[in-house]
Nanobody, 121 residues
């Protein structure tokens, strides 16, 4: 059974930091590109950061560059999102996503249940 379980969300003051974790099970984690998305109330879900399966190459939304860092530990089947200098506009539900694409078949795409991040004084 595939599972992506996010943790680490919560309430933090502006300028603070949080580290989100996403523990994966039920699939071969090291083969999957991992991403973090977020969705604020009334807004569409948006990509925050991604990390490739091979090479660990990362990409970030412009709105979080320099403040947010994605990493993965294939030995622990876990992806992390370190968020620093948090702003009220970072408030959202953050979702973990696992994506595997192959030219030989349909992609595999899994989602976690989300974790709430609230940035407020």
């Amino acid at each position: 059974q595939v599972q992506l379980v996010e943790s680490g969300g919560g309430l933090v003051q502006p300028g603070g930091s949080l580290r989100l974790s996403c523990a994966a099970s039920g699939f071969t984690f090291r083969n999957y590109e991992m991403k973090w998305y977020r969705q604020a109330p009334g807004k569409e879900r948006e990509l925050v950061a991604g990390i490739t399966s091979v090479g660990g190459y990362t990409n970030y939304a412009d709105s979080v560059k320099g403040r947010v860092f994605i990493s993965r530990d294939n030995a622990k089947n876990t992806v992390y999102l370190q968020m620093n200098s948090l702003k009220p506009e970072d408030t959202a539900v953050y979702y973990c996503n696992a994506l595997f694409t192959t030219p030989y078949g349909a992609p595999s795409n899994y989602w976690g249940q989300g974790t709430q991040v609230t940035v407020s004084s």
